[in-house]
Each structure stands twice: as structure tokens, then as C-alpha cells.
């Protein structure tokens, strides 16, 4: 078990905005993720990295609850926004989805045209007014998902008739369009080409500016490359977590070290 | 010899071909198999369908060859004038098969000899006597045309039946040899063996296929036929249904089109919500213990026989619907027949077709498609409502046509529950039928196959065909079109 000092006191002076305490995650019987203990940084990137298998999804979904949609998962532990536990019985894990934006493995846009996969989450929200209104709201977030140029002709047509990573940052203006405070993006990159994915993270830097971005990737250089913090995880334990440069050049633990020279897989 | 101990003669040729096949080719290789080109199998199985596949095609064609023939021969035979007014040949020739069949039957249980059987000069009320004895004759006296063409029937046929034997027996034992003398060790059996598998699966194919061809062309020809004696501008301008027997009927479809449509709609009406929304339960709301036994309960409606559903009609839900809408209630009804008794009863029919399929189809949405939508902060039913059921929807609507299409073909339903009156009326509560329902009582009838009344049911059919066929073509399409979207 994990029983370094607080990660919260390394991450010194800076805004933390999401704080999980002795995080237990449970599928059925088995123990998915053991006592986490993490504190996320405002407006930075934290990636999580690890072995298959190790939970780093698990906990990504704790974040915006959609553990909640799968019956046989049951989290405990403490994990606060702002300060708010999440896991409140007055919070609806519905809002709370507006709040906390995700992106998933794989590019899942709606067989909707692509104005229509992104208006989806203003409009179940009623964030706009009128078609003006929503009109802006589809274009500011296709600018800030930098594919506004590449749309903005065919903005009827089908999202599903775009290029992988076309529609990767379809769904991320989908999730940025309700405007939310967290974005939380599991293996973005995984089922894009190099070119796209080279795109999809300048995006990710981009976005950290507004946003509090948690990536989830097995990719160690892609962690190194777009990531101010990093967390390992391992078997369910958070082994170790820290600025993304001290991670990489000077780990602590033994287990991350074999594992960011590539020695465990 | 009887048919049946023929083929088992040869099927027992084919199966000592294949031992000794398998062995022979075994022995040229030295009794090791890695010798042959193919294994040991294939060279038995080469001789097996030499025997069998020659043989047996002469049997199929010298049997359906063989009646026609000897039929037409016994035909020609027969004396000018035999064929009385008001009577055809083939009413004779059926007389002369029954009297060949009475002979063989008496002679077979003793009750006449064989040579009094063949015999040109037999008495022929002697001859009538001991057929009746023999329980075999139904007209009251045989002629004497008639029986000697009875007696060169039966001679014909056993000629050809024992000179059939005779070939075929031939022809197996010949093939046996021909694949005995193949089977040597580079003889590429295997080859054989497959090509002949395929072109077995191609034959069964081609069955399929020409039957198919073959109903629609009676049904083409028919219609043809149909409106070569009736005007089609009276069978699709007419607006009126009343055949009558003694001609000068009137076949207008519409009335009947018009009682398919409108039964077929509330059927529809009441198959498609509830089908869906059973459907939608089934696969977005129900625990998988509650899914495991309702998805099969539904399904079960799917396999009672419409007859039942017919009964069920006629003494339960008419009955019912006369007590609310009848004479005694609302008054809009007068009989328990009516286009809303069978509607409903056809909707409850159809409610596991739409939501068997539309349960398939909503499960084949990803569930990448139902987490994005979560993910955005969309509630379970916003997400059913705007992003699984639009994505299912021409799925559903594919499995709605095909719904509609077995509305439009259901006949049972409709000829218990609907009543038959042509009639057009907006009325659901009137009794009407249906194209399907009076394609039954039209050839049911006593009427002459060749008159227009009955003839109708041809055309009848042929208009069900082509819009059953175009909903059915139409569905496809979109059921098509959809599964290309997640592949
Ligand atoms: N829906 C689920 N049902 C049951 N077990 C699950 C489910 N999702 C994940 N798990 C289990 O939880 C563990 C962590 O999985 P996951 O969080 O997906 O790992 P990672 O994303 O790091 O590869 C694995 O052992 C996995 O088998
Ligand atoms: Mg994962």
C-alpha cells in the first residue's frame, strides 16, 4: 500500500481542484482501485500512466461518476471538487457530467450531423437562449477544439463521415461545449495516427489554459510531452505522483522507475 | 421390383464401391496413405458417388418421364369418339389409371390372377364384378376401350419399370468400375469428391431458386390469363366487389385493398408502440434476470399458430368489443366481425416481430454511443430519446416494414375476425375483408378454374406479391443502410 508522504504537500502553493482521499473502487469482488489518495492541480495536465489493467480508467470515471452506469462497480473514499464532495447524496451525477467533461478511447461522435454532436450537451442543458445563441456556443468550441476550419463548410454533415482524429476533436468541442470545469480524457489518442495525434495534444496544451485536464495514457511519451503532473498507478495503487519531469528523470519508487525505462509493461 | 428396393440396391452397390475403393487405392499405395494423393476417404467416396450419382439421375427422369409417356401412348391408342360430350380426355385417362390401379390391387390381394388380369378377351362384367369385390372400382361398369387401354397401360408400365431396373442397376455396378479403375494412388480423388459436394449445394441452391421462379410465373401467367378474360381497367377502377357466379361479376380490388390497408394500419397502431416500448424496456431498462425471461415470453407470441389468434378474435375480443361499442352500448357496431377485432388481435400478432427486432437493433447501438452521452451530463431517458433511438431508428422502421408486410399477408385473422364484406367504409367498426381472405373464398368456391371469379385469386395474389415484395425490398434497404454506419 501506498504510504509516501501526501502527494498534496509536494504539489506545494498551487490551486487544487479535485482532491480524492482513500479511494476504494470495487467491481463485484474484485478491488479495482486500493486507498487513492490524489490531489489534481487547476488549469495543468495531469496524466495518469500504467500498466493495462491497473485501474487508471476506473479512477478517471470515479471523477465524473459514470461508474455509477455500470451496475456491479461500487466506489468509496472521498473525492471533492472545489472543495464539494462529489459523492453527496444531493449531488445528481447528471450535473455533475456538465461540470466534469470526458472524452473517451475511442472517437464516439453521434450518428447526428456535426452541428448537432455539438449542440447535443447545450441543449440538454438549456445553455443557450435562442439559434443565434447556440450558433455561437457550436462555434466557440469547435475554435477552441481547433477543427472549426475544417467544419465550418460542412457543418450538416454527419460526424461519423469525419477522419478519426477529425472526429477525436469533435468529441472534444462536444465535451467542451457545455462548458465545463474538468476535462477528463481516457486514452484520447490510442485509436489515431501519428499526424492526429500530434494534433489532438497541441489541443490538450492548448486547453489546459481554461480547463483541469486529467489524460489517461499508456503512451510515456505522450505523458512527458503534454503533462505537468503524472500519476503511476500499479495493480490498483497509486504508486507514485508528482511533477511530470521529476516522474521521468528522477522517480522515486522502484516500480515507476522499471516502468518509465520501459522494464514493466 | 418397387422403387424403394432400388435405391437400397444401389446404395448398397455405392457402399461395397466404397470399401473396396478405399482399400484398392490403400493397396497401390502399399498400405501407406501418405502414398496417395488424397486420404483413403476420398478414393471410397469417388466410387460411392459414381455408382450412385448416375444412377440415380436415370431413375428421376425415366420416373417422371415414364407416365407421361406411356400416358400418351394409351391416349393415342384409344378409339375416335371415346371422349363423351361434356366429358375431356384427361377424365378418361384418369378412368384408365384407376381401372390399371383397380387390376393391380385385385391382382395383388388374389382376387384375380394375373393372366385373367392381362388377358385380351376377359369378360367384362366378370371382370367388373371381381374389381368391386376387390373393393377397387367406382364407375358402374368398364367399357371395353377402357379396359384393354387400362391393360396396355398396366403392360407398358411394367415393361418400363423392369427395363428401369435393369439400367439403373447397370448403370451403378458401371460407375462402381469406372471409379474402382481411378482408384490409384495419383488420381487427385479429393478433387472429385469436392467438386461433386459443390455441385450438390449448387443443385439444392437451384431448387430453391427455380421453385421461387416457378410460383412466380404461375402467379404471372394466371394474372395474364386473369385479365385476358376480365378488363384490368374494371379490376383497378371498380369500386365495387361482387362476384357472382353466373358471370357478370364484379371484381373491383379496391374495396378489398382498402379493408387490407385499414385493418393492416390498426393492426400497426397497435403493434408499433407497444412493441417498441417493450422493446426499449427490454434492452435499456430490464435486469438481466427480468430480460432472460421476458425476451422469450414475447417471442412466444410469435410461434402461436394465426388460427388461434383467430379464435381468439372471434370468441374473445369481438364478443368484448360488442358489449362496449354494440347495440347495447355505444351502438356503432353491429356485429362482433369487424375491421378493430381483427386489427387488434393482428397488432397483438405483431407486437414480437417489432420488438424482437427492435430489441436486436437497439442493442447493436455501441455503448460508446450511450457513455459520450453520459458523459455530457445526459439523463438515461434523454439519452434513449435523442441519441439511441435516432440511432436505431431505421433499424426499427426496417423491422416495422416487415411487420406491415406479414399485416398485409395475415388471411386467418382477418377471415375469423374481420367478416367478409367487400365493402369501403371509414367505419372500424364495420365489418370488412381483406385481398388475402377472399383469395381463399374465391377458389374455395365451386367455381370453374377457368372462369374470371376464379381466376382473380391470381391477380389478387400478384397485387399482395408486389407490395409485399416492395415493403419487404424496401426494409432491406434501410436495415441495410444502418449496419454500414458502425462497421
Ligand atoms: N466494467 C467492468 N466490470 C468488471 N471489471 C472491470 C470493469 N472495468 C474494469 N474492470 C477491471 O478493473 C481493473 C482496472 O481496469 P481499468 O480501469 O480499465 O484499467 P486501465 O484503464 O488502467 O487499463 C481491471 O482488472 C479490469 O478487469
Ligand atoms: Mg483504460
Known amino acids: 500500500m501506498y504510504d509516501a508522504p501526501n502527494p498534496a504537500t509536494e504539489v506545494g502553493q498551487q490551486d487544487i481542484k479535485i482532491t480524492a482521499k482513500d479511494v476504494q473502487v470495487y467491481y463485484a469482488d474484485t478491488h479495482a482501485i486500493k486507498n487513492v489518495n490524489v490531489d489534481i492541480v487547476d488549469r495543468a495536465v495531469t496524466a495518469f500512466i500504467g500498466p493495462s489493467g491497473c485501474g487508471k480508467s476506473t479512477f478517471l470515471r470515479c471523477i465524473n461518476r459514470m461508474n455509477d452506469t455500470i451496475d456491479i462497480c461500487r466506489v468509496e473514499g472521498d473525492i471533492r471538487i472545489d472543495g464539494d464532495d462529489i459523492y453527496d447524496k444531493r449531488v445528481d451525477p447528471v450535473q455533475l457530467r456538465a461540470k466534469v467533461g470526458m472524452v473517451f478511447q475511442k472517437p464516439n461522435p453521434f450518428p447526428k450531423s456535426i452541428y448537432d454532436n455539438v449542440a447535443y450537451g447545450p441543449r440538454i442543458h438549456g445553455l443557450a437562449k435562442n439559434k443565434a445563441d447556440l450558433d455561437i456556443i457550436v462555434e466557440r468550441a469547435l475554435r477552441r477544439a481547433a477543427i472549426w476550419d475544417e467544419v465550418k463548410d460542412r457543418l450538416t454533415a454527419p460526424g461519423t463521415g469525419l477522419s478519426g482524429g477529425q472526429q477525436q476533436r469533435l468529441c472534444i468541442a462536444r465535451a467542451i461545449a457545455t462548458e465545463p470545469e474538468v476535462l477528463l480524457m481516457d486514452e484520447p489518442c490510442s485509436a489515431l495516427d501519428p499526424i492526429a495525434t500530434a494534433q489532438v495534444e497541441e489541443l490538450i496544451d492548448e486547453l489546459r489554459r481554461d480547463y483541469t485536464v486529467v489524460i489517461v495514457t499508456h503512451s510515456m511519451q505522450q505523458a512527458a510531452r503534454v503533462s505537468q503532473k503524472t500519476a503511476f498507478f500499479h495493480l490498483g495503487d497509486l504508486v507514485e505522483y508528482g511533477d511530470t519531469e521529476q516522474i521521468f528523470t528522477n522517480p522515486k519508487d522502484e516500480r515507476t522507475e522499471r516502468y518509465v525505462t520501459g522494464r514493466i509493461g | ?487
Open chain 2, 1 to 487: 421390383m418397387p422403387v424403394f428396393w432400388l435405391v437400397m440396391i444401389v446404395l448398397a452397390i455405392a457402399i461395397g464401391g466404397y470399401i473396396l475403393g478405399r482399400g484398392r487405392a490403400l493397396a497401390g499405395a502399399g498400405g501407406d496413405s501418405r502414398h496417395l494423393h488424397s486420404l483413403p476417404n476420398y478414393y471410397g467416396s469417388n466410387v460411392a458417388i459414381k455408382a450412385v450419382a448416375p444412377a440415380f439421375l436415370l431413375m428421376i427422369v425415366w420416373l417422371i418421364a415414364q407416365p407421361i409417356f406411356v400416358s400418351s401412348q394409351v391416349a393415342g391408342d384409344l378409339p375416335d369418339g371415346i371422349v363423351a360430350d361434356g366429358s375431356s380426355m384427361s377424365l378418361v385417362m384418369a378412368e384408365v389409371r384407376r381401372t390399371a390401379e383397380g387390376i393391380n390391387a385385385a391382382v395383388a390381394s388374389g382376387a384375380m390372377s394375373p393372366e385373367m388380369a392381362s388377358s385380351g378377351r376377359a369378360d367384362i362384367s366378370d371382370f367388373t364384378t371381381r374389381l368391386q369385390d376387390a373393393g377397387q372400382i367406382v364407375t358402374a361398369t368398364i367399357t371395353q376401350p377402357i379396359l384393354n387401354a387400362a391393360q396396355s397401360y398396366r403392360a407398358m408400365n411394367a415393361t418400363g419399370n423392369l427395363l428401369m431396373t435393369g439400367l439403373v442397376l447397370l448403370l451403378a455396378l458401371g460407375g462402381t468400375v469406372w471409379g474402382l479403375r481411378e482408384s490409384y494412388p495419383e488420381f487427385r480423388a479429393r478433387n472429385v469428391v469436392e467438386a461433386s459436394v459443390r455441385a450438390l449445394l449448387i443443385a439444392a441452391a437451384s431448387i430453391a431458386i427455380l421453385t421461387t421462379i416457378g410460383i412466380v410465373l404461375s402467379l404471372i401467367f394466371n394474372t395474364i390469363e386473369f385479365f385476358r378474360i376480365y378488363p384490368a381497367s374494371d379490376f383497378f377502377g371498380s369500386m365495387t366487389w361482387s362476384p357472382s357466379f353466373q358471370g357478370n361479376s364484379q371484381l373491383g380490388i379496391w374495396p378489398l385493398l382498402w379493408g387490407t390497408l385499414y385493418i393492416s394500419i390498426i393492426a400497426l397502431l397497435v403493434a408499433v408502440p407497444i412493441g417498441l416500448f417493450a422493446a426499449i424496456y427490454l434492452s435499456e431498462y430490464a435486469s438481466k434476470n427480468v430480460r432472460a425471461f421476458a425476451k422469450p415470453a414475447i417471442e412466444v407470441l410469435a410461434g402461436i399458430p394465426t388460427i388461434v389468434y383467430g379464435l381468439f378474435a372471434l370468441l374473445t375480443v369481438g364478443p368484448l368489443l360488442m358489449g362496449v361499442f354494440g347495440n347495447d352500448g355505444l351502438g356503432w357496431m353491429q356485429s362482433g366481425t369487424a375491421v378493430m377485432t381483427a386489427g387488434l388481435v393482428m397488432g397483438i400478432m405483431l407486437i414480437p416481430f417489432v420488438s424482437s427486432l427492435s430489441d436486436d437493433i437497439i442493442n447493436a447501438v455501441p455503448q460508446a454511443m450511450r457513455d459520450g452521452s453520459y458523459g455530457l451530463g445526459a439523463t438515461k431517458s434523454e439519452t434513449i430519446r435523442q441519441v439511441v433511438l435516432p440511432a436505431a431508428l431505421p433499424g426499427i422502421v426496417g423491422a416495422i416494414l416487415l411487420a406491415a408486410s406479414r399485416a398485409i399477408g395475415e388471411t386467418m385473422i382477418v377471415v375469423l375476425g374481420a367478416g367478409a364484406a367487400a365493402r369501403l367504409s371509414l367505419n372500424p367498426f364495420d365489418a370488412m375483408t381483406t385481398v388475402t381472405a377472399k383469395i381463399v373464398s374465391q377458389l374455395t368456391g365451386d367455381s370453374d378454374f377457368a372462369s374470371p371469379e376464379a381466376l382473380v385469386a391470381f391477380a389478387l395474389g400478384m397485387t399482395l406479391f408486389i407490395i409485399t415484395l416492395g415493403l419487404n425490398v424496401f426494409a432491406l434497404y434501410i436495415v441495410r443502410k444502418y449496419r454500414e454506419q458502425y462497421e
